[in-house]
């Protein structure tokens, strides 16, 4: 079942190591069906280079596993939180080694320019560490809980990417295809971010003129950006 979104998956998780996104097995993607309420996710564990379509794993959002050979991507409870809470369409996880770097400090990437603005309206926050409990029981339904806490004053169709604290990124949108495009995005803007930090460390972030209206160009109502 659900074989056209298997493909599609398929070759988002795919992305990942074209883009210089995941080393190893060091990520993965995911995408939602809203007909069925199931989602596809890349099987954990299972090397880029091996893996197929027909290896995607397809799971309701209790966590049930419907269709696949393999044992579902362990990140799998946060995609799923991820889902209910944001409905979105698809969601990413990777541990890209420039945004990693942010989450690793425990630092949320500020908004110092238009690239930035472009796609995040506004800072990248860094959720929370997890408590010592969280972490022991139920470690990544919690992680994906804490990021859905970390959004309780923010918008998720505004900044779509979060940075867990010493732990790597989740992107998502309105499908697979547009979690990994932002995934990408988030990368760029972390190196960029942090080199502007490197060449001027007492750097201020961009104006939020530059933030409303860059990102609002793009993705307002009245957005005016390409052929709209
Ligand atoms: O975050 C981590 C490891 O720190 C995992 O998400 C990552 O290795 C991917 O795991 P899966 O192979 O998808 O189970």
Redesign the pocket.
Same mark, same amino acid.
């Given at each position: 079942m659900l074989e056209a979104l298997k493909q599609q998956v398929f070759e988002q998780n795919m992305e990942l190591p074209k883009r210089g996104l995941v080393t190893y097995?060091?990520?993965?993607v995911s995408g939602f069906d809203n007909e069925t309420g199931y989602f596809v996710i890349?099987p954990?564990?299972i090397d880029y280079d091996v893996l197929k379509p027909e290896d995607m794993v397809v799971m309701d959002l209790e966590g049930n596993k419907i269709e696949g050979k393999y044992k579902p991507?362990?990140?799998t409870p946060t995609h799923i939180e991820l889902y209910k809470a944001f409905k979105v369409g698809g969601v990413v =996880?990777t541990?890209s080694p420039w945004a990693t770097s942010w989450a690793q400090a425990g630092r949320s990437i500020p908004c110092y320019g238009t690239t930035h603005a472009d796609y995040f309206y506004g800072p990248v926050p860094c959720a929370r560490s997890l408590t010592a409990e969280e972490i022991s029981e139920a470690y990544e339904k919690n992680t994906g809980l804490v990021i859905v806490e970390t959004f309780k004053d923010l918008n998720p169709d505004y900044v779509q990417a979060v940075l867990c604290t010493n =732990?790597?990124t989740f992107t998502w949108g309105k499908d697979a295809d547009e979690a990994v495009h932002n995934a990408v995005v988030l990368e760029e803007v972390a190196k960029m971010a942090c080199r502007t930090e490197m060449i001027r460390p007492d750097v201020k972030p961009a104006p939020d003129v530059i933030k409303e209206k860059h990102f609002m160009r793009k993705h307002g109502a009245n957005a005016y950006y390409g052929q709209i």
């Open positions: 097995t060091w990520g993965n890349k954990s564990g991507s362990s990140d =996880h541990h =732990h790597g």
